[in-house]
């Protein structure tokens, strides 16, 4: 899977918005930009992921770059609840490897109140 | 609860002692993985099934390390002779694998883990 490079940490305040970057300069035009977070103690969760327009769900919305080669995580109002660490995955839609998730060191988002 | 569920929730043996982890997936999904995670470290992939093949190993798989997926319902992972160093968090998911679904598109669903700690 591509690269792709977060900010170690960010923090936020209680009911703001939150921009998560990612970058990932050597994305492939078959590659999914997917999105997981991970709260403590807890495995992996699922948050979003795109191709190559914008997308909402009832979690996020991820804006992707026009040239796809970085994207943004939004988190329209956060919680405490949101704090975690977040992973950008490159997954390679045209076969080979995707059917696992690498994933990198993340950015941990720290929320305060 | 029709999450992906793992048993035990933690696991502390002494160095040598084998150990059985297992994992029972979202009932309709036929893929299954296993990850380990060590501190501040993200998720390592470690092995996946399709139904009850296994499909990939990971080089971090050691011989030490056997799974399986009888039936391609739950699945096992056993480590024998444990180490020290094989002290992490051991992670499952699965998911839903359909050629009408694009192969970068599906999502995969973790369990909370098995916490290993050898001593």
């Known amino acids: 899977d591509a690269k792709t490079t977060q900010p170690n940490s960010m923090e936020s305040n209680e009911e703001e918005p939150v921009h998560l970057p990612c970058n990932h300069s050597t994305i492939s035009g078959t590659d999914y930009i997917h999105w997981y977070r991970q709260l403590p103690s807890q495995g992996p969760e699922y948050v979003i992921h795109g191709l190559t327009s914008n997308v909402n769900n009832r979690m996020a919305s991820l804006a992707i770059a026009e040239d796809r080669k970085s994207s943004t995580l939004i988190l329209h109002r956060a919680t405490l609840r949101d704090a975690a660490v977040y992973y950008c995955i490159l997954r390679d839609g045209s076969g080979g490897s995707n059917y696992k998730l690498t994933f990198g060191k993340g950015t941990l988002l720290t929320v305060n109140p | 609860d029709t999450g992906v569920s793992q048993n035990p929730r933690h696991k502390i043996t002494k160095r040598g002692q084998n150990v059985t982890f297992r994992c029972d997936p979202i009932?309709?999904?036929?893929?299954l993985y296993w990850y380990r995670q060590t501190l501040g470290q993200g998720p390592e992939f470690l092995t996946y099934f399709q139904n009850e093949a296994q499909l990939e190993k990971s080089r971090l798989l050691s011989d030490r390390f056997s799974a399986e997926r009888p039936k391609g319902s739950f699945s096992t992972l056993e480590i024998q002779r444990t180490e020290q160093g094989d002290s992490a968090m051991y992670l499952c998911?699965?998911?839903?694998?359909?050629?009408?679904?694009?192969?970068?598109?599906?999502?995969?669903?973790f369990g909370p883990g098995t916490r290993l700690t050898v001593t």
């Open positions: 009932s309709e999904h036929n893929r």
């Open positions: 998911a699965s998911s839903l694998a359909h050629k009408l679904i694009g192969l970068g598109a599906y999502e995969q669903y």
